[in-house]
């Protein structure tokens, strides 16, 4: 996912102006709202829908133990879209089994806003329970079961808007957004990363409207005035990555020839009116499907689609397995918006094929494709197009530990330090073994999902290095940036000229880094790089030099995300 903004001047100026004069008047008059507005700004009315950022902490508290000894294998959903009075009538069929012969109670995330009308187990009406957003099933002889569920209601928009019925200036439109536990808004499902299932979409709705989802096209038909349309998955789904998007939508397709030899349908499906500007905008899906199967490996699910879905979510876009949803703000016609095409299409590698195990481990996803735009940049602008990008994303980022991130989940300290340790990951393992351990990740994750440790293992496997310091102060227990004071002394010996570098740890949280700091020295005819291995809060280094530098340049290629103040 990517959350972007952008600006009109003219907007802008005004817009600027008026909160600046209401910022004032509370400064002056009531100083307390300013505090409410703070401590409350988890809440916002966007568009018509709610969309309640949600409490971290309920994030991390999600899942009932009960929940990880369940394996589903397929969901057949049916979804009955009543746009006008903006409710869903639904069933679901869970094909699951439970693990490790665990017998009891079995638990699916269901929200309470959803009313229950009957629920059949192996065609049984069960023992059960439903309050506090969970469904409580007995099921004493566990092993395999079939679980059938009925249900309706109208779905609370929760997180970034979970499940919308959009209707503004005469076009009405659905979609789903549950990132990143709020599936069972309008799901009834077990809504855990590790938990990925097959899934059959059957999505109901008047019969004007197109109706779009995850995986391959199985089936339209009509009933009177409504159209039902089947879709099917053959990959595994994370359930924050199932999906529906319904719209009076224009189609258009194109297809993209695998490096394993595999003709990819690219399927797009756009608002009336947007089609000629989403043609041009979204050519940029085919060069960067080059780019990332040359990089990461084929694109993994070839037996399917790449498609992109306009939806009216103002503020982003969302990498729904095989169909990303894009905010009708970035189909521009201009390309203004290329690293958002970008990003989401490589979570299809970084968050879909391989899912988070956990949302501690959302760096995995969104550091991963933040990274994966500097990557995009460098091959098509080479090196100054890796760090022009990686350098717009020093910004923003703040305190706050990068594995389980807490209130930070997605924020640029996700985002974009998650870029940047990949970044410096590259510089310790080297090109070879940086990029071989991400398409040997790749290969022993796809369509399951990992964790950080899993991740240290097999760049670990693959560069026979051990990565305990580096992750330790990069993810697990630093925060914040480094800062480095730099200050050097140059002695004339003979014909020789002594350097002297000292580099000191100024950061309070995370007292001592371990790190490769080079250094440019240069004149007009002459450029040296010194690499110096810094393990202490104060160093000092010595080289000698054949001529007298003018300038000294620390990390001069951009490999280390730290703040570095000179001291001369």
Not at 31 to 36: D, K, L, V, Y
Not at 315 to 327: C, F, K, N
Request: glycine content about 6%; charged content about 20%; proline content about 4%.
């Amino acid at each position: 996912m990517k959350v972007k903004k952008y600006y009109l001047v003219m907007p802008v100026i005004i817009i600027i102006l008026f909160i600046l004069s209401f910022i004032i008047a509370l400064v002056i008059w009531e100083p307390e709202r300013i505090i409410a507005f703070v401590n409350n700004r988890g809440e916002s009315i966007t568009e018509g829908f709610r969309s309640s950022f949600f409490d971290f902490d309920e994030v991390a508290e999600y899942n009932k133990p009960e929940q990880h000894f369940i394996d589903v294998e397929h969901y057949d959903i049916y979804v009955r879209l009543n746009q006008s009075e903006k409710m869903i009538n639904g069933r679901v069929i869970v094909s699951a089994t439970t693990t490790e012969n665990y017998a009891g109670e079995i638990v699916f995330n269901m929200d309470n806003d959803l009313e229950l009308d009957s629920i059949r187990l192996n065609g049984e009406e069960p023992s059960f329970s439903f309050s506090g957003n969970y469904l409580m099933v007995d099921c004493p002889d566990g092993g395999k079961f079939n679980l059938d569920i009925f249900y309706h209601g109208t779905p609370e928009p929760k997180g970034f808007g979970s499940f919308v019925f959009y209707d503004k200036d005469s076009l009405q439109t659905v979609f789903t957004l549950s990132e990143p536990v709020f599936a069972s808004t309008w799901l009834p499902c077990n809504d855990i990363n590790t938990d990925k299932a097959t899934i059959d979409m059957h999505i109901t709705a008047d019969s004007c409207m197109v109706s779009v989802s995850n995986g391959n096209l199985v089936n339209v038909s009509d009933s009177l005035n409504l159209r039902t349309y089947h879709w099917q998955t053959v990959y595994d789904i994370a359930p924050y990555l199932i999906t529906i998007n319904t719209a009076p939508y224009i189609y258009f397709n194109d297809t993209y020839n695998s490096i394993s030899g595999k003709k990819i349908p690219l399927e797009y499906y756009v608002f009336p009116g947007k089609l000629e500007a989403a043609k041009y905008d979204f050519a940029i899906n085919k060069k960067a499907l080059r780019v990332f199967e040359e990089l990461y490996g084929e694109y993994p699910f070839p037996d399917e689609k790449y498609g992109v879905a306009e939806i009216n979510w103002r503020y982003g876009a969302i990498e729904h397995q095989t169909i990303t949803g894009m905010s009708t703000e970035y189909i521009t016609g201009s390309a203004l918006f290329d690293d958002v095409f970008v990003h989401e299409l490589a979570h299809h590698w970084w968050g879909d094929a391989v899912t988070p195990k956990t949302w501690k481990d959302v760096w995995l996803s969104e550091g991963f494709a933040t990274y994966s735009e500097a990557l995009f940049y460098e091959k098509v602008s080479g090196r100054d197009g890796l760090v022009s990008t990686l350098n717009s994303k020093i910004r923003g980022i703040k305190q706050g530990k990068l594995y389980d991130p807490g209130s930070n989940l997605f924020s640029p300290l996700v985002y974009n330090k998650g870029a940047w340790v990949l970044h410096m990951l590259r510089k310790q393992l080297g090109d070879s073994a940086f990029f071989e351990s991400l398409r040997n990740y790749y290969l022993t994750y796809r369509y399951k999902s990992a964790s950080t440790d899993d991740f240290r293992e097999v760049c670990e496997n693959t560069s026979k290095q051990n990565l305990d310091k580096f992750f330790d102060q990069w993810l697990f227990s630093g925060t914040g940036l480094p800062q480095l004071d730099f200050s050097h002394t140059i002695t004339q010996i003979g014909s020789q000229n002594q350097i002297e570098v000292k580099v000191i740890q100024l950061q309070e949280e995370y007292k001592r880094y371990e790190l490769f700091l080079d250094v440019m020295f240069s004149d007009s005819t002459n450029s040296v790089v010194k690499t110096y291995f810094i393990d202490s809060a104060e160093q000092i280094f010595t080289d000698t030099l054949n001529f007298v530098p003018v300038s000294i340049k620390p990390d001069p290629y951009s490999w280390l995300l730290a703040e570095i103040v000179s001291g001369n």
